[in-house]
């Protein structure tokens, strides 16, 4: 049988074992540490109080400081190894769950764009510090009290294996009782956060035309749901917790009881009555904090699958040779493309060859694929069918990081990061400012630029702050532009631009053509066809034309002028 493939959260835990196997020896001396309060109070009953020596309470009462302050020191050391694991979890892992994080969202067109696992991560290791999690080192070593009460009385040790089974059989109903409702309410709260997040960045739509009190209304169901579910986990956790308690404290007093009567049958000292209580309590106190601070374990393993599932299904892309600097040669080989999230396919059987320098504009209705294209082009979407090869290699045996720096991309969407404009425009790289001047001039928005209070180093935020949507669309455009890239997609560019953005968009096109860039264009406007070598027309997802401009416009004006003429006829006819 194959092995299961481990994820980089089990490797990360595995690197650490030797860490938590140190917890747990120090753990078993902890434990016999926690002896010696019954034992110093055996010995004060027994032989302080009957001899009547001073020098012997001093000597005991010395040997217990010692030993305590002991055991305080193994606490510490124990709580500090902890916190070391803790850190190196994050730091093994912190930047794997971030690329993992940001795959998640790339590959699902950005539906599951969330920094949940990152806060996953946050919860994990928060409880990895918690002294919760150290009732789970100490309740392994409950043996230990059992077996000196079993010394101390058989009744004593029968006493305590029943108090301790009763106390586990309620740990395990309180599992059972509150895990489901604890792992919906923790679904449910996911989806709020992510319903909440949305309407935030659509907070001027949401203004403008009076959808708020709907979309509260939305939210206020799905967090009374969240509500109603933590609420019956509380409810049954507390209800157990307090039934514990209560046993707890219940037990303690009549092993006292218990004591008093083999104390008075004379078959043990009234040291070993109090002795035996101590110990008692001492012995279920790690399954009464882990009933205690269940709710917060059960967070911790749903995080914990959380991430382990997210780790496999987004695994380490394999180390490859690094290609050469592309030259823009771009081939599309009966490629088909399903959008993540959809059923159907957005692009179905695209073939065509595009040589380095050459210019394509990708025209059709809405609908068509072509923004879909885009993404496929620059290796974003996987391929269902086909392949997309830039210099003859598979666009997706490029690695990301190195490929990158030969691209440029302008989205529909414009999307600026937080920082200065200087940093936006280098891709947050090292700056170097005669090629940001540059890019920026290319893309006219430098006067603009200069303009602002700090100029280039003017703070944006992630929506672009005080600047228009043309003035963003020309900073990303100077983003694209950035470093000479050899393959530039530019998707609706024009879409927010002014005669004076367009002149700039223009003058653009003519330098990248000049500088044998490997251009892709989708537009609607007929203006910035002008410097296209080639047209793609999609229809439906399909390749309806493709060939030199003038030859594929022509085609087109003929095919409307047909239209047209059969227009004409239907009306006469009718």
């Avoid at 059987?349 to 025209?363: M, P, R, T, Y």
């Amino acid at each position: 049988m194959p092995a299961l493939p481990q994820s980089s959260l089990k490797a990360a835990l595995a690197a650490c074992k030797h860490s938590f196997v140190a917890v747990g020896f120090f753990s078993l001396f902890i434990n016999f540490l926690m002896l010696v309060p019954a034992f110093y109070m055996l010995q004060v009953y027994d032989r302080v109080i009957a001899s009547g020596s001073e020098s012997t309470l001093l000597m005991l009462t010395l040997i217990l400081t010692l030993l305590l302050v002991t055991l305080g020191g193994l606490e510490w050391v124990r709580s500090r190894i902890m916190v070391r694991v803790s850190t190196r979890l994050d730091t093994l892992l912190g930047s794997r769950v971030f690329d993992a994080s940001f795959k998640q969202a790339l590959f699902s067109g950005g539906m599951n764009a969330s920094s949940q696992p990152l806060n996953d991560m946050s919860g994990l290791r928060a409880f990895l510090t918690g002294n919760g999690l150290f009732a789970f080192f100490d309740a392994p070593w409950m043996p230990i009290y059992m077996g000196v009460m079993f010394i101390f009385h058989p009744w004593f040790g029968w006493l305590g294996v029943l108090s301790a089974l009763l106390l586990i059989a309620l740990a395990y109903a309180n599992e059972r009782l509150t895990n489901q409702a604890l792992q919906q309410a923790s679904q449910e709260h996911l989806a709020a956060t992510a319903f909440t997040q949305k309407s935030l960045r659509n907070a001027e739509v949401v203004a403008s035309m009076g959808m708020l009190p709907q979309l509260r209304q939305r939210w206020q169901s799905k967090n009374n749901k969240v509500l109603r579910l933590q609420s019956i986990a509380s409810d049954r956790a507390g209800t157990i917790a307090a039934a514990a308690k209560t046993f707890r404290l219940l037990i303690q007093s009549l092993v006292l009881g218990l004591g008093a009567y083999l104390v008075l049958e004379q078959e043990i000292s009234p040291g070993l009555m109090i002795a035996g209580s101590i110990l008692l309590g001492r012995a279920l106190a790690p399954i009464d904090l882990m009933i205690g601070v269940w709710k917060g374990f059960s967070m911790a393993r749903t995080q914990y699958v959380r991430l382990n599932e997210l780790l496999l299904e987004v695994a380490v892309p394999p180390k490859r040779m690094p290609l050469p600097t592309p030259q823009g040669n771009v081939a599309v080989q009966a490629l088909t493309v399903t959008p993540p999230g959809a059923e159907l396919p957005a692009v179905r059987g695209l073939n065509f060859d595009v040589a380095a320098g050459e210019s394509v504009g990708i025209i059709g209705p809405s609908g068509a694929g072509k923004s879909t294209l885009a993404r496929a082009l620059l290796g974003i979407w996987p391929a269902q069918q086909g392949k997309v090869r830039l210099d003859g290699a598979d666009v997706f045996s490029w690695h990301n990081d190195e490929l990158g720096a030969h691209v440029g991309y302008l989205p529909q969407d414009i999307e600026l990061f937080e920082g200065t404009i200087g940093e936006n425009i280098a891709r947050f790289g090292p700056i170097e400012p005669h090629a940001v001047v540059q890019a920026a001039r290319l893309a006219g928005v430098h006067e603009l630029i200069l303009r602002l209070p700090s100029g280039y180093d003017s703070v944006i935020g992630a929506s672009g702050g005080a600047l228009s949507g043309g003035q963003r669309q020309r900073i990303g455009l100077a983003r694209a532009l950035y470093g000479n890239p050899k393959l530039v997609v530019l998707d609706e560019p024009n879409s927010n631009l002014d005669d004076q953005g367009e002149r700039a968009l223009n003058q653009a096109l003519q330098h990248l053509k000049a500088c044998g860039t490997t251009l892709f264009v989708i537009t609607h406007r007929p203006s910035v066809l002008a410097h296209i070598d080639k047209l793609l027309v999609l229809r439906e997802g399909m390749q309806a034309l493709y060939g030199p401009r003038d030859a594929v416009l022509a085609e087109l004006q003929a095919a409307q002028q047909q239209a047209a003429a059969q227009s004409r006829t239907t009306e006469r006819v009718q």
